[in-house]
């Protein structure tokens, strides 16, 4: 038995009527009736009796007819879920993202994207290293990260870019600056990141060419602690904007920095299986979602002229 049998089948149950269920199904009433022979000759019982006045089903065919019900129903399902997938409305998306990113410019973008979907995403954080790891390896959707390492098993396309900021404490000497300059932080007491972290290798190249020394006191893997303590008056550092989210004026001071520091935030992908559209239609979500934040930030930070 095929579908085309089951739903002439099912269009005369409904409608009491070969003729009827014909018209319906864009046939002659002849083609109607060979399905319905070939039907039963494949159930090995009679599916109707015909009458003047129409059809009425045998015992066994009211029987078949509720697992026939059941099918359709199944169809409709499988239909209306094909639908949510076509529409970025179904399925789990697993994302990893740089800790910062994650806990404080996400929330709300991301918030965006899921009220308007059935689709779950399970969001995780790590650092740079680990989080091309997890994509590579652990069967990770998508994956937002700034550091674009060699790596088997994943790749690489650019989210958006950022300018690199100087955060002072309040109160310290710099913070009339309208721009803070390199040479500004010579011999400074220095808050950084690990030395392993490709954003803070960028950094240490640029003093390097500059000639300006700084007195590194802490190193974090994390950019968000290293705005802490130089909230708390530690030292002063050069961080992505990100970072600074979520700080008062009060708290933390941030400045333009030049020369510019360019930081790419970057969309790892598993190189080993095609993204779904619900994973491209959430990466294109973000990078809409971030580049207006990070417009925003930028705008606000160049106006905070002393």
Known sequence: MNIRQLEAFKTIMQLGSFTRAAEKLNLTQPAVSKLIILLEHKCGFQLFHRQKNGVVPTAEGAMLYSEVERV???????????RAIRQFDYGEIDV??????????????????????????????????????RVATQGVDVGFGMAKIDRPGVQFSLLCSMKGVCVLPPGHRLVGKSVVGVHDLEAERF???????????DIDRVFAEHGVARNVVLKSQLSESICSFVASGLGVAIVDPISTVGFHRDELVVKPFEPAIRQDIWVITPSFREVSLGARALIQHVKEGLSAKIESMDAAIAGRAP
């Open 96 to 133: 990893v993202t740089f800790p910062s990113l994650g806990t404080r410019v996400l929330p709300p973008i991301l918030t965006g994207f899921l009220k308007k979907r059935q689709i779950k995403v399970n969001l995780t954080s790590r650092n740079s290293w680990l989080l091309v790891d």
């Open 72 to 82: 359709f129903l199944g169809l409709e399902t499988i239909a209306a879920r094909a």
């Open 191 to 201: 808050v950084s990141l690990a030395e392993e972290d490709g954003v803070q290798v």
